[in-house]
C-alpha cells in the first residue's frame, strides 16, 4: 500500500525524485557533508524528501551499489568510508570533481588517463575502423574550428576521447569512457582548463588521429603521452 502524501514510485514525478535523492544523498556522502559510519533510517529519509519508503530504498540500492553506504538489520544504512567507494563510477567522479578535494581527483584522474589512453591509442591505431580514423580526425578539426567556443570545444574533445577508448580493441578501456568524459567536463566546469585551448593541444590531438589513420601505434602512443604531459603540466601550473 503506498504512503499517503507522498510520492509513490509509480508516479511521473518519481524518475525526477528519485535522481533527486541519489543526487543529494550521494553528494553529500563524497563531499564529506556525511562522514563515513554516520547512520540513516528509511524513515528519516522518507521524511526529509516527502516520498514513499520504497522510492527511499531503491535509491538507498543505487547507493549502496555504489559502494557508498551499506545496510544492515537492526543497525540502519551506514555510510563508508572512501576507500570502499567505486571510484570508477561517473557519478561520483562528478561530485568529487565539485567538492573540496577536487584538485587530487584531477591529479588522480590525470594519472589513470596517463597510464590508460597512450596504450589505447595504440590499440586505436591497430583495431580502429576506418569510419572511426575518419571520425577521429574530424573531430580533431572540429576541436580546432571550434576552439573559441567552449561547449563546442569540450563537446568534440569528449566525443574524440570517448571515441578513441572504444577502438582501442580493449573492452576495459572502453569502460572507461564515462570517467575520461566526466573529467574533461568536470576539468572545464570547475575552471581548471586554460584560458581557451592550448595550440600545442590542438597539434597534438590532430597528430593523435593522423597516426591512428595511417595505422601507426608507436606514433600514437607517443602522441597521446605528450598530450597527457601537457594536461598534468596545465593542471601543476594551477596548484
Known sequence: MQDSGVVGQDSPAAEVMNNRIIEVVGRDIVTGG???GRRLTLEGLQEQF?????VVRDCMQILEAMNLVYSK???????LEPARWNVYD?????????????????????ELRIAVEPLAAAGAARSA???Q?????????TMRSR??????????DIAFHTLLLEASGNEMFASLREAVAEVLSGRSTQNLMPQGPRPEALDLHELIAEAI????????????????VEVEEALRLQD
Open 34 to 36: 556525511m562522514p563515513p
Open 50 to 54: 516527502g516520498v514513499s519508503r520504497t
Open 73 to 79: 538489520r537492526r543497525i540502519g544504512i551506514v555510510v
Open 90 to 110: 561517473p557519478r561520483i567522479i562528478r561530485w568529487r570533481l565539485a567538492g573540496p578535494g577536487r584538485r587530487s581527483q584531477f591529479r588522480s584522474l590525470t
Open 129 to 131: 575502423s576506418e569510419k
Open 133 to 141: 580514423r575518419r571520425d577521429l580526425q574530424e573531430l580533431a578539426a
Open 147 to 156: 576552439a573559441g567556443d567552449p561547449d563546442a570545444f569540450l563537446e568534440a
Open 213 to 228: 589513420a595511417r595505422e601507426d601505434p608507436a606514433a600514437a602512443r607517443a602522441r597521446m603521452a605528450a598530450l597527457l
